[in-house]
Nanobody
Framework: QVQLVESGGGLVQAGGSLRLSCAASGRIFTFNAMGWYRQAPGKQRELVAHITNGGFRNYADSVKGRFTISRDYAKNTVSLQMNSLKPEDTAVYYC????????WGQGTQVTVSS
């Protein structure tokens, strides 16, 4: 069984920063990548950033240069540092892990006010 638990969401003004964290437990040795997705009201869930076991990082064009994904293998966590936040970044952010299957966290709300 795999569990992903997110933390760090909240309300911030445009231009501000937030840091999301995701703690993984269970069969984490099966993971080959972890990342973050987001879903805004009325929109499809989209990839924000992901990082492979080899350290390769991939970002959505809309967040490049503003967001940074990192992974702590000792603590089994993946984090997303979000800077220069914009109102269009408002969404529920989900932690994701891929391996034998796809695993999702419960989501954390990020709201950016203008």
């Amino acid at each position: 069984q795999v569990q992903l638990v997110e933390s760090g969401g909240g309300l911030v003004q445009a231009g501000g920063s937030l840091r999301l964290s995701c703690a993984a437990s269970g069969r984490i040795f099966t993971f080959n990548a972890m990342g973050w997705y987001r879903q805004a009201p009325g929109k499809q869930r989209e990839l924000v950033a992901h990082i492979t076991n080899g350290g390769f990082r991939n970002y959505a064009d809309s967040v490049k240069g503003r967001f940074t994904i990192s992974r702590d293998y000792a603590k089994n966590t993946v984090s997303l540092q979000m800077n220069s936040l914009k109102p269009e970044d408002t969404a529920v952010y989900y932690c994701h892990a891929s391996g034998y299957s796809d695993y999702w966290g419960q989501g954390t709300q990020v709201t950016v006010s203008s």
